[in-house]
């Protein structure tokens, strides 16, 4: 737990790039202690480290870690115990997911998000994660839904049964058994988003306490919905091949995993590819230490498929949560979750005891517009399109001096390095004030290597603006010596 702690503290003390004012090193490791015990990492009775440890881990005073809990003992928040140590003595609050005050608006993805799902038509959003409206197939969707509207049945007014509209379900597995999975339909779970279906398995595998192993750099809501679960958040080094095998052994015989969670396919948010031989050892590491949860919402972007974990594992080990948000439209809210046949029972006793069901009306809709031929005709114009994007944003990204990690073979986003060691967060911050929405690469790991690098939505950065916006931001940060 303390080491845990060490490593939210020092993240919290070097992310403090906000034009707030001052605050002492005691009030940032207060403020570092306070989102711990807040978020319910550190419930009530829980030991914190001794005083000498907390501040050799920090690299600061002891002086400075005894003012701390010595402010936070007066304020009854903690409890100490002579001979024994510090304690948390306040109990839980209610679960508070924001980041510590110190944290800059730029870089937490919370707030992105809310900026995004805004839709100002005044702000541009290549930190976005999805596709512009213009992009999306919304005449075929229309027609969907009035023939699901015009017809009869039970979809437009009644609750869905228990695992979801039986004939999507069905039409879900054949376009499984097309990439040489076998997968029964009963196994499939359908439900309303795929954060939704990993929120299911994760009630279903997850204690308090539990070890959740992700990729760093990683999809950043999973950091905040396995926090939710009280989880123990570890993360892997990512290569531009797929997990650093070693680095994932070493992991996993430490801090014995329940999960880890992968994305397959195009990654998020570096947009590299698993290769055959790392998905192979990944997934034999997975079958000795634990249980897998493969994130398949970006395959449809894919020219050719990527191995998947699932596949090579026959749904053993491994769930799998995929949807149509990215590339339909998110507004009908349908995904699925497939897991071995006595995994996918008791999820589904989950999915009615937390929601009762997804929704029939956007299932049945779902299944007409892939049923009649849409699905495969707009993917067929998106894909072609998609790489044309990757390869004018790649090279407009080098104009300016920026260098894109890989050549992603599909999907939506370009991971790039700025140019000098800029700081990506300052430069995020410079570019909110000229109304553009950059995603830097602290947003997705706190690790010193990705602090230069930007997530860039290709769909999005197409537009001269954000080069115009993100030139400007640049300028003004190397001017202001904002280099790391």
């Known amino acids: 737990m303390s080491n ?12 403090s790039s906000a034009p707030t004012a001052p605050v002492s090193r005691v009030g940032l490791v207060i403020d570092a202690l306070r989102v711990r015990i807040d978020s319910r990492a550190l419930g009530k009775g829980a030991k914190l480290p001794s005083v000498r440890r907390l501040a050799e881990q920090l690299e600061v005073s002891k002086s400075t870690v005894v003012e701390a809990y010595d402010r936070l003992v007066a304020e009854g928040v903690v409890e100490a115990r002579r001979g ?21 608006p730029a870089v937490d993805l919370l707030t992105i998000v809310r900026n995004a799902l805004e839709a100002r038509p005044d702000v541009l959003q290549p930190a976005s994660g999805w596709l512009p409206e213009s992009w999306l197939p919304a005449t075929g969707v229309e027609r969907a839904v009035r023939a699901v509207a015009r017809g009869g049945g039970r979809a437009k007014l009644h609750y869905d049964s228990p695992r979801g509209f039986e004939p999507l379900r069905r039409l879900i597995a054949a376009r499984f058994a097309d990439r040489g999975a076998r997968v029964d339909p009963a196994q499939i779970v359908l439900t309303d988003s795929t954060t939704q279906a990993l929120d299911l398995a994760a009630r279903f595998l997850l204690s308090p306490g539990d070890c959740v192993v992700v990729d760093d750099p990683r999809y950043f809501n999973l950091v905040q919905l396995f926090g939710v679960h009280r989880a123990k958040i570890v993360g892997a080094p990512f290569t531009r091949e797929g997990p ?5 052994e070493a992991i996993f015989a430490e801090h014995r995993p329940r999960l880890y969670i992968m994305i397959s396919g195009p990654h998020n948010p570096t947009g590299a590819s698993l290769s055959p031989t790392v998905a192979h050892r990944v997934l034999m590491l997975a079958e000795r230490h634990g249980v897998t949860i493969e994130d398949d919402i970006y395959a449809d972007f894919e020219t050719a498929p990527s191995p998947r974990l699932a596949t090579l594992d026959g749904f053993n080990r491994v769930i799998q949560v995929g949807g149509f948000s990215k590339t339909v439209t998110a507004a009908l809210r349908v995904a ?20 009762l069901g997804n929704s029939a009306f956007a299932a049945a809709t779902m299944h007409h517009f892939l049923l009649e031929g849409g699905f495969r005709r707009h993917l067929d114009a998106l894909r072609p399109r998609l790489a044309e994007a990757i390869a004018r944003v790649s090279r407009q990204l080098r104009a300016q001096g920026a260098t894109p990690w890989v050549e992603p073979q599909g999907g ?52 001269p603006r954000v080069f115009a916006a993100l030139e400007r931001a640049m300028e003004k940060a190397a001017k202001s010596g904002s280099i790391e």
């Open 336 to 355: 699925y979750l497939v897991a071995r046949p006595d995994w996918s029972e008791a999820i589904v006793d989950m999915k009615l005891a937390t929601t």
């Open 84 to 104: 024994s140590g510090f304690y948390v003595a306040a109990p839980s609050s209610p679960l508070v997911l924001a980041k510590a005050p110190s944290l800059d």
């Open 244 to 248: 650093d095998v070693g680095a994932l």
């Open 4 to 15: 845990s702690l060490a490593h939210d503290t020092m993240d919290s003390l070097s992310t």
């Open 412 to 463: 939506l986003f370009l991971w790039a390095e700025l140019p000098g060691g800029l700081d990506a967060t300052e430069v995020a911050r410079l570019g909110q004030e000229d109304g553009v929405v950059f995603a830097p690469g602290r947003s997705f790991s706190s690790s010193p290597k990705w602090r230069s690098y930007m997530r860039f939505n290709v769909a999005v950065s197409a537009d």
